[in-house]
């Protein structure tokens, strides 16, 4: 078995700036790749004092010289310049020889960099460089006799990293370089990070592949109620007639009250109930099954909603209900029964209601049932703002953008 690659990512941070976007840039590729067995070391500024905020499993080396960087703006530098690349080039030699590849943030870039870029550049480092680059390219300089010039030419071992397809030919050329040496990786915004989600929904998203899925629901409820009073078994059959239709489904119940032997029966003949119309156990996710049988946290119920897209709600009664709100705050597509004044009260037109008490033959019932969620899934791929959410969750979560980022570092 090959072993894993050290990998290595170059800053100059002092902190971990939640104002500096860069700084949530390298925190999710930190994260991904300790995720995929990576030993992953940070290297930062002596002064760096934010330790507790790097992920856990990274090994953080304050051995970047702080350096005074404003001498180097536009392309002056310093008579002292040959002073700083040795003094840096030192320090990288004695601290990045066990790194295999090494992430390197705007350094090569970046005209007040120029000593790290050069110290680099001269060190008698083994390992590959992947060089980001998070600006627009600039015009290409041709320079004689101004340590600039390495600001324009594509150092060994050295693959340029640009965010987007639509400018990577303009990098390689300001590098005097080809296309094929540019990878592009786009940046990931996951809502993990982003949104601070609570530890237990991170293990929900990481055990049942979440952002795989196309349609998440959320049903927040009372277990011993939740097939004769929230009509559950309504929104499994809805669930497995959008299977059916084609799109990936997720189903999170944060049922409480789940102690009794009794609700935990009803939850296993459910589970039985749905395995039958072709809805499994990685499709629907009882909270109660993972250690919280009287409950999760509002927290927790809150972070769940804001990943989900279709609220489905086939109550029979409600005076003014919470889970509605909620489902209304979090931006999703309502499915109401309509026999129900009160939702409409809430939400106005702005829901999808149906008939939940519709009652026919198996045969008939099965169909009314495709046909709500053919209206369902209609509905839902024609709103705009779902779809691009939708996009969101499946192409820019940093698992997904950790596969470009392996595809350069086995390359």
């Known amino acids: 078995m090959e072993k894993q690659k050290i990998i290595g990512i170059a800053t100059s941070f002092y902190n971990i700036d939640p104002g500096y976007s860069l700084c949530a840039v390298v925190l999710d590729q930190l994260i991904a790749l300790v995720k995929n067995g990576h030993k992953t070391v940070l290297f930062v500024l002596p002064s760096f004092k934010d ?27 310093p008579s002292h310049w040959k002073e700083d690349v040795e003094k840096a080039k030192g320090l990288f030699e004695k601290n990045m020889q066990d790194i295999d590849v090494l992430l390197v943030h705007d350094w090569y870039f ?23 680059t998070h600006s627009a390219p600039t015009t290409r300089h ?24 639509d400018k990577a030919n303009n990098l390689a050329e300001m590098y005097g370089a080809w296309l ?16 601070n989600l609570d ?21 927040p409820l009372s277990t011993p109620r939740m097939i004769s009073g929230k009509g559950l078994d309504k929104v499994v059959k809805i669930h497995s007639k959008l ?16 102690n009794a032997s009794k609700d935990q029966k009803l939850i296993a003949d459910l589970y039985v109930w749905a395995g039958d119309r072709g809805i499994t156990n990685n499709d629907l996710i009882f909270t109660s099954q993972h250690g919280f049988e009287h409950g999760v946290s509002p927290k927790i119920v809150s972070d769940l909603f804001r990943l989900s897209n279709i609220f489905i709600f086939p109550t029979v009664s409600e005076n003014s209900s919470l889970v509605l709100l909620e489902a209304m705050l979090s931006g999703n597509l309502l499915v109401l029964n309509k026999e129900v004044g009160t939702l409409r009260e809430h939400a106005g037109e702005n829901a999808l209601y149906f008939d939940f008490n519709y009652r026919e033959p198996k045969e008939v019932n099965e169909k009314y049932y495709l046909d709500l969620a053919k209206i369902i899934a209609s509905q839902f ?8 959410k939708r996009r969101a969750l499946q ?12 595809r350069l570092l086995n390359a």
């Open 243 to 258: 299977k059916e239709l084609g799109h990936k489904t997720k189903l999170i119940v944060c049922n409480a009250h789940a």
């Open 199 to 219: 530890p237990f929904v991170i293990k929900l998203i990481d055990e049942y592949d979440f952002f795989e899925s196309d349609i998440i629901s959320v049903y």
């Open 110 to 132: 970046i005209d007040s960099f120029l000593p790290y870029n050069i110290a680099l550049r001269d060190s008698n480092l083994t390992c590959k460089f992947l060089a980001w």
């Open 180 to 195: 094929k040496d540019v990878g592009v990786v786009h940046n990931s915004r996951d809502p993990r990070t982003f949104w």
């Open 381 to 388: 791929e024609n709103d705009k703002g779902l779809q691009v």
């Open 395 to 406: 192409e820019f979560n940093y698992d997904k953008t950790f596969k470009s980022i392996e």
């Open 51 to 77: 330790d507790d905020r790097v992920p856990k499993g990274v090994e953080i080396r304050k051995i970047v010289p702080q350096l005074i960087l404003e001498p180097y703006s536009g392309l002056n530098y």
């Open 142 to 165: 041709v320079l004689e006799d101004n340590p600039h010039a390495n600001r324009y030419n594509l150092p060994p071992r050295t693959k340029l990293v640009y965010l987007n397809y």
